[in-house]
């Protein structure tokens, strides 16, 4: 793992967004503030929104990989990649393309983007730590985890990650692998306990500790994300299922101690 | 309940604080500031501590109790609370004096108080809802609970209900099992859910996310306070096991989802 702070010499970029949801606008935003030229195709008609962002959407995938593009920036959910992969005409794409991802688990895309590619396709596979929410006020100081998977074009891929860089990203270069081992600690135990909480319907009160308004913000949080993602973070980190358990066995820690202390405090209380 | 806004006189009180761990202590730096006369007994000998805070330390009970306060304030553990008062030699207590507490529950105290004071004295039940970590800059907005279980001196009751008033506090009036429910809901609940990420021993990682990074300062804050006082939390609030189990169950309902969907998926997903 390392930090990188190389500030490489960028240029404009034609990227195309392969799935138009709430990330991949979120992104695209930013992409053309900076000003590259964006495209996009989506499952869904999202030719509004393009309109009136100034991006040219396409309806059809064989016309999105036939539009020239420098970067295919794929940011469909976990779940559809690989559905998503197989209706992509890769045998229409022009020239060697960067394809690179944004997917919330990490060694999935690598494994699936390195056996459904063409062998002259650079891949890079990353993931933004932040979203709309987190990254509402801009994107300074928060992270961006990448790996190089397969670069040959090293410009393309160094102006890719300028898009993050100059946005004041901290840029974590690390393994798919070492993503998801720590994703799964950090990242999805974070949303296993914002949806136990929905599940729970906490709500707010009129003698809330300030803990407890950290927890209610955790909860708003992981339901403003989408299920699928929510489900993709667990179904395709392969460390996620130990974490789940590791979660269950630590209740269940505490819930026998209490009920001990319980017991012994029965026996040893005066009775008044 | 009600919000109670009133801003009325105040004096200054003689207070005894029984029990001088880290809240009691806590408390009585503003009781000082607010030039409030202190004196102070414990199970431990603090009294090189209240040396320098100009506070008498009794090692006596019984010299503590004759020692003329207008108020003695409850601020031992959850637990040791029918111990403590079963060794206060009640009957040296020399004029009708409000007997206060700051128990993190409200029905425990409220019924032991009850069943052992003297009908002469009374009995005011309170809980700060905040401490020494989420109090450290001033007590403002933070919510003050309590119950007038007993008052009969108004004034004695509203001059020390003022420490807290002319802090800040958002004052809140309401029945201790109201109290004990809504605390079983959020304060429990936030302290359950820190100390099982503490038995996970969750640890920062280099790409922590926003939420992440508040699931640590819960799990840091709870640890901070006393096994004893979580313990209290569950033992001595009946509406506690209720909350421990509604969390045990939505963490199950999850895995539950999560199980379901990673059944689907791997029957769907197009093989590549
Ligand atoms: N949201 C975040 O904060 C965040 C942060 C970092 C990374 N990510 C990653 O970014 C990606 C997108 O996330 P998201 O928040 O937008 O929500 P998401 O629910 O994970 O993904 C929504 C996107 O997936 C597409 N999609 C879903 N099912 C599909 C299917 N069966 N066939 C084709 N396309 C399908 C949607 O297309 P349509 O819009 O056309 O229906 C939409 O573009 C995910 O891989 C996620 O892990 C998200
Ligand atoms: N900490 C907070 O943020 C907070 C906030 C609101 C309300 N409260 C309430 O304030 C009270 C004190 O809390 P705390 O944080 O100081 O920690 P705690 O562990 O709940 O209580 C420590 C106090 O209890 C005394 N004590 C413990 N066991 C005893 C025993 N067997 N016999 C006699 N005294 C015993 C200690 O005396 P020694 O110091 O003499 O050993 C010390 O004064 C608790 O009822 C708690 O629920 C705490």
Avoid at 120 to 128: G, N
Wanted: contains cysteine; proline residues 3%.
């Amino acid at each position: 793992m390392s930090v990188s702070t190389s500030s490489s010499s960028s240029r404009t970029l034609k990227i195309g967004i392969l799935g138009f949801g709430t990330f991949g606008q979120f992104l695209a935003k930013t992409m053309i503030k900076q000003g590259h030229i964006l495209q996009a195709t989506s499952r869904t008609d999202h030719s509004q929104l393009c309109d009136q962002l100034g991006i040219s959407f396409f309806r059809d995938m064989r016309a999105f990989v036939e539009a020239d593009n420098d970067v295919i920036l794929i940011c469909t959910s976990i779940l559809s990649l690989s559905e998503v992969l197989k209706s992509l005409p890769l045998n229409f794409v022009k020239r060697p393309t960067l394809i690179a991802d944004v997917l919330s688990v990490k060694e999935y895309p690598r494994n699936v983007l390195l056996q459904v590619l063409p062998e002259e396709m650079d891949v890079l596979c990353t993931h933004p730590m932040f979203g709309p929410e987190s990254g509402k006020d801009g994107w300074k100081d928060l992270t961006f985890v990448f790996e190089k998977v397969r670069i040959r074009d090293e410009e393309t891929c160094s102006s890719f990650l300028q898009i993050f860089e100059s946005e004041g990203c901290k840029m974590l270069e690390m393994s798919c692998e070492e993503h998801d081992k720590a994703a799964a600690k950090s990242q999805f135990l974070t949303h296993t306990i914002g949806r136990v909480l929905s599940e729970m319907e906490i709500q707010s009160t009129p003698m809330n500790t300030k803990g407890f308004e950290t927890l209610l913000q955790v909860k708003e949080s992981s339901v403003k994300n989408s299920l699928d993602l929510f489900s993709g973070l667990f179904i395709h980190n392969k460390f996620a299922m130990q974490e789940l358990q590791n979660l269950e066995f630590a209740l269940g820690k505490v819930k026998e101690k209490l009920l001990k202390r319980m017991e012994e405090t029965s026996l040893n209380e005066p009775k008044l």
